[in-house]
């Protein structure tokens, strides 16, 4: 039995127990009052509920108030609360949803332990409600590779680790820094065994020895999601898949693009996923701000623009790309699969490729923007459509 199931029990004892009401006559009164509260706390229990900006589970208001919780409202035809629940430095979480939250007064490292008890959870979803870090930094020489190191967290990082994934770099990223309010990532869990555990870590230059650097900020919003239960069904990405979109029309960017004033980290290699709806047959991304590295600055997309190996240190090659599988520029006519530079800023960039809908973003472990070009990131506006869909017609006009 789970750690809720526990409580659940010992919730029904303590209803159940004698009271004075029903030594004063009252006892019919109290017993029909602690069905009514037993029901709501059974039928509601654990659903998602949203209130405003603020997001939580529907509880019983004392279970609520347990957990440390806030409510934030009330749940569904007034049947328990909407509660939210706030967790910091060292805490651990096994609620549906709640929040990892920086404290006032921040240490150097800061960790919470998220535990999955249900087994039909096997995805969690965090949301970067707010997230500032420190910016990535070229710093130093890149032993075994060339003389032109990356941008790298060097200061402050952000880790997921659990058993089913290792470390974030099988996430396809090994850390995240700088500004990524706003974004999300998705992180596997397998609790067939009986439970996982997920761990978020901080780890946080000291601010008395640098005092040029941002104070940190972070609110992330945790989410178990069981992809056959109708409240967080649709919120479940396909496997592999790093971000993931649900929405038929939306705006996704690279982590740290920061308004087009940050740098993107190397050794990034992560898909965007989105929802492809019935009747839909292709998706078009727009571009309001793209620029990566490229190796011919006049046309950079396909392999030779975008995707060679560096194999002269001082001659370095690019391989950071954004791949959109068989797609074409409008209205420059382009079709090809690897676009770098900045080939398809402000221009709209159209695929009906089959099977699932995605882009994924590649980084490489160089950045010499001096020959390359700058390493800023991209900005899109995506939405899918039930026409446009043969590539035939894109090479006849």
Known sequence: MDLRGVFLVLLVAVLTAADPLDEEGGGSEAISRKERFLLATLKFRNERCQINNDRGVCKSWKECWLLGGRSVG????????????????????????????????????????????????????????????????????????????????????FTVSSPSTGLSGNLGFENLCGENSGQHIYVPVNATTGSATVELAFHLADRTQYSGLIQPQWKIRITQIDCCAPDTKDLCAPQGCLQYYPERTGQFESFNYNNGNGHYQGYLNYAICFKRYDGVCSIQYTSTGFQLAANNLMNSYGTAGCNLATTDPTMPNSQDYLFIPDARVDPTGTMDSLFCGDSIRNYTTRTSAPGPMYVFFHTDGLAEEAMLGPEIGFQMRYSESGTGCYRTNWING
């Open 74 to 157: 009330q749940c569904p035809l007034g049947h328990g609360v909407c509660c939210s629940v706030q967790y910091t430095c060292g805490n651990v979480t096994s609620e549906r949803v709640s929040y990892f939250v920086n404290p006032n007064v921040i240490p150097s490292y800061c960790s919470l332990r998220v535990n999955v008890y249900d087994r039909r959870v096997t995805q969690l979803r965090l949301d970067f409600e707010t997230f500032k870090l420190d910016q990535p930094t070229i710093s130093g020489a890149n032993p075994g590779a060339n003389i032109y190191p990356p941008y790298l967290c060097n200061n402050d990082t």
